[in-house]
């Protein structure tokens, strides 16, 4: 199955685990794997935004040590702390539902700066009111966790978590594997880096069986020694929805770190994520003690997990993705004329998107990458987006209104909010 997924994207090197009550097995595929010399073992790749996960434990454990308080306000902890972010505290964070703009603007250098520069950029949202996807929120609470600890947070994450569930710790920079993306001029390598303030949202790296080791923190039937790591109590906060603010087109809701796919006994944790040209997917089901872990060396790995998930949910677990919404409906109500008045300027932080419109009417969005990706309307203010290279990729996003002028102010797309620049 494996070696199919990885000859039809071309990926030279995907690995899989699966963990489940009898233990866990390990698949891998690819010519990385089947080379001269192979000694058949997981490469170490980066985990991209699952770096976030980790994060979050390490802050639970400080939760739950008493070191940090869910509901603290963040400027109690760090300073300087603009005003204007005065209410936003560890649980936002932990949510993406602090407000805070997606990325820290400017150079800002250390982890500090960038702190401060985040909560100076001010608020897309009152905190707890909305959700968007938060890179600097997560910079924001690697810098709590040093500063209450006295460690880097390398270091941090290293003792409190990597160490105790013997996981080797790996970081961007180290001996970590790149990844490549495939262009219509051929396989162009890219080195995995993210900036030193950054870390705490994506500077892990590592094998599918460390993932399956972490994921077996959030089980139900976990062993004492998970328990002595996390505590129950921290773990039904970190996979329960703490606000009413959906991450549309992700996930169904989102926790203390995990995005939330089902409810009730049928609900998974996961997160998916990409970066430098690689793919790092993870999906946790407490109820049945399921941790699935996948990881590619390739930008075409996500296309790889989708099918695989395609093919896992024909033959057993119904593995969480994202909402059927999320693939969008196969015929538009209304197509282009469906959306509202939507063309101008969107920004979040630094990053900005435009919409424009062709000669022909067709909505063109371009993100801040420049890819350029045709609109179609689906309902009332839902849109998919199509990129114009891969037309048979579709995501989906919305637009919101202002409830008092009942203007076009807020585009949700690829879990950030952005706002209608004047």
């Known amino acids: 199955m494996l070696g199919e997924l990885a000859h039809r994207h071309r990926i030279s090197a995907v690995q899989c685990a699966l963990r489940g009550p009898g233990g866990t097995s390990v698949a891998r595929a690819g010519e990385f794997f089947a080379g001269e010399g192979s000694t058949a073992e997981s490469v170490t790749l980066p985990f991209a935004s699952v770096t976030k996960l980790f994060t979050a434990t390490v802050a639970m454990q400080l939760v739950t040590d008493g070191d940090l308080d869910l509901d603290e306000p963040v400027r109690d902890r760090l300073s300087p702390w603009a005003d204007a972010a005065s209410g936003v505290t560890l649980r936002h964070l932990l949510s993406h539902c602090s407000g805070l703009v997606c990325d820290a603007p400017g150079e800002p250098g250390s982890a500090a700066r960038a702190a401060t520069a985040t909560a100076a950029a001010g608020l897309l949202f009152p905190p707890g009111s909305a959700f968007s996807y938060s890179n600097a929120g997560f910079t924001v609470v690697g810098r709590l966790i040093e500063t209450v600890t006295g460690m880097s947070w390398r270091q941090a994450v290293t003792d409190f978590l990597l160490g105790p569930l013997d996981i080797a710790p790996a970081f961007l920079g180290g001996a970590v594997r790149g990844g490549h993306v495939i262009t219509r001029n051929g396989t162009v390598p890219i080195a995995p880096a993210v900036p030193r303030a950054a870390e705490p949202a994506a500077a892990l790296a590592g094998r599918v069986e460390d993932l399956a080791a972490f994921g077996g923190l959030f089980l139900d039937d976990r062993d004492g020694a998970s328990r002595a790591l996390l505590d129950d109590e921290a773990v039904a906060a970190m996979r329960q929805p703490p606000f009413d603010a959906a991450p549309f087109g992700l996930a169904d809701a989102w926790g203390l770190g995990w995005a939330l796919y089902g409810a009730g006994s049928g609900r998974w944790l996961g997160l998916d994520a990409a970066g430098a040209g690689t793919a790092c997917h993870v999906r946790v089901h407490?109820?049945?003690?399921?941790?699935?872990?996948?990881?590619?060396?390739?930008?075409?790995?996500?296309?790889?997990?989708?099918?695989?998930?395609?093919?896992?949910?024909?033959?057993?677990?119904?593995?969480?993705?994202?909402?059927?919404?999320?693939?969008?409906?196969?015929?538009?109500?209304?197509?282009?004329?469906?959306?509202?008045?939507?063309?101008?300027?969107?920004?979040?932080?630094?990053?900005?998107?435009?919409?424009?419109?062709?000669?022909?009417?067709?909505?063109?969005?371009?993100?801040?990458?420049?890819?350029?990706?045709?609109?179609?309307?689906?309902?009332?203010?839902?849109?998919s987006a199509r990129p114009a290279e891969k037309p048979d990729t579709e995501h989906l996003g919305r637009f919101l209104t202002d409830p008092e002028s009942g203007r076009t102010t807020l585009m949700q797309f690829g879990g950030r909010l952005m706002r209608r620049a004047a």
């Open 286 to 383: 407490p109820a049945s003690g399921t941790v699935l872990a996948f990881q590619a060396d390739s930008a075409a790995g996500a296309a790889a997990w989708g099918d695989l998930v395609t093919l896992l949910r024909g033959e057993g677990p119904a593995v969480g993705m994202p909402p059927a919404g999320a693939a969008a409906p196969s015929t538009a109500t209304g197509g282009d004329r469906a959306l509202p008045d939507c063309t101008g300027r969107w920004v979040n932080g630094e990053t900005v998107y435009r919409i424009s419109r062709t000669a022909s009417g067709t909505a063109v969005l371009e993100d801040d990458d420049g890819t350029e990706y045709h609109l179609s309307g689906h309902g009332v203010r839902v849109f």
